[in-house]
């Protein structure tokens, strides 16, 4: 799986977008992007994956550059709630490996 | 929606002991995966499991550590003569078959904490 390099850490405000960017410069052509995310020390939860277009769904959206080179992950409406580390993982088999993630702190 | 569940949510044991950590994956899930963290650091992959026998494993996952799936629904992972720095939390994870190529999603349990006195 190619490597990503993701910011370590982040801040947000209450109500506004959080944009978390990933860099994986290395993707090969049949690899996805995986976004999941690790409240406290809960279980990571899913958030959104894509190959090249561009994606939505109810939690978040993923914006993948042309080349695929990069991706960033936006959360609309930032609540405190979305405090966690967000991990980008990229991926063509069963198996995912976890890298270090952006701590997102989200401020009131 | 259906949930991965495990138990114990905290175990203790004291070194050179055997522990069990049990999993229910999602009932239709084919893929089974443990991960491992220790505290304040990544996941980290152990081991994944397909159709009764390990499909992958990491270096970690060495002969210490073995897993099986002893009837239809639980999915354990034993740690034998267990060290200190087994100290972390397991994640059981369980996943269906990927369709068209796509890396099916990951479901992740709550995960259980062990603690190696």
């Known amino acids: 799986d190619a490597k990503t390099t993701q910011p370590p850490s982040m801040d947000c405000a209450e109500g506004r977008a959080a944009n978390l960017p990933c860099n994986h410069s290395?993707?090969?052509?049949?690899?996805?992007v995986y976004w999941y995310r690790q409240i406290h020390s809960q279980g990571p939860q899913y958030i959104i994956h894509?190959?090249?277009n561009n994606e939505t769904n109810e939690m978040a959206s993923l914006i993948i550059t042309e080349d695929r080179k990069s991706s960033t992950l936006i959360l609309p409406h930032a609540t405190l709630r979305d405090t966690a580390v967000y991990y980008c993982?990229?991926?063509?088999?069963?198996?995912?490996?976890f890298g270090a993630g952006t701590r997102l702190t989200v401020k009131p | 929606e259906p949930e991965v569940t495990q138990t114990p949510s905290h175990q203790v044991t004291q070194m050179g002991q055997e522990v069990i950590l049990r999993c229910v994956p999602i009932?239709?899930?084919?893929?089974f995966y443990w991960y491992r963290q220790i505290l304040g650091q990544k996941v980290e992959f152990l081991v994944s499991?397909?159709?009764?026998?390990?499909?992958?494993k990491s270096e970690i996952f060495d002969d210490q550590f073995s897993v099986e799936r002893p009837d239809g629904s639980n999915f354990t992972l034993k740690i034998r003569s267990t060290k200190l720095e087994d100290s972390a939390m397991y994640f059981c994870?369980?996943?269906?078959?990927?369709?068209?190529?796509?890396?099916?999603?990951?479901?992740f349990g709550p995960g259980t904490r062990l603690t190696v006195l």
């Open positions: 894509g190959l090249k």
């Open positions: 499991f397909y159709n009764n026998e390990i499909s992958e």
């Open positions: 009932s239709n899930h084919l893929y």
């Open positions: 290395t993707i090969s052509g049949n690899e996805y």
């Open positions: 994870a369980s996943s269906s078959f990927g369709s068209s190529g796509i890396p099916p999603r990951q479901f």
């Open positions: 993982i990229v991926r063509v088999g069963n198996d995912m490996r």
